[in-house]
């Protein structure tokens, strides 16, 4: 008989399927599942250093990008209480806005994530690339 996962790892689990959820979210433009995986207190480093909180995330920010790849790898999660640290790497393709090419971004990302009213939410985002490259 197998052992039921412990919290902490129902709770790994669960983080994995939400940062998988955000990535398909913003591939697909999908504002409503991102404000119901982001925090509302979110804080956003994007990769070349601009910040954004949750309303100008929406506003200006990574929603207004159309992202041909996203992949996520290397992912580890740490749960402590009711945080969470997720660490990892991320590639991004994306049409530049000007539309005159791509931009692909590999990087380091730093999640933290916390349980709010009973769920799991994104409350940080922080980027910081490894390689860059614009076509």
Not at 33 to 54: F, N, W
Not at 64 to 73: C, D, L
Not at 81 to 95: E, F, I, P, W
Request: with cysteine.
């Amino acid at each position: 008989m197998n052992a039921a996962p412990s919290s902490s790892s129902a709770d790994e689990a669960l983080l994995l399927d939400l940062e998988a959820q955000r990535c398909e979210a913003m591939k697909r433009v999908d504002f409503a599942r991102l404000r119901e995986i982001l925090h509302p207190g979110l804080t956003h480093v994007h990769a070349k250093g601009q910040l954004d909180d949750y309303e100008s995330y929406f506003r200006s920010g990574g929603t207004h990008v159309r992202y041909q790849q996203i992949e996520r790898s290397d992912l580890k999660v740490r749960v402590l209480g009711t945080s969470a640290l997720m660490t990892g790497r991320q590639l991004l393709v994306a049409v530049r806005k000007d539309g005159s090419g791509t931009v692909r971004i590999d990087s380091r990302v730093m999640q933290v994530w916390t349980r709010d009213e009973g769920r799991w939410r994104q409350l940080a985002f922080q980027t910081t690339p490894l390689e860059m490259s614009i076509t």
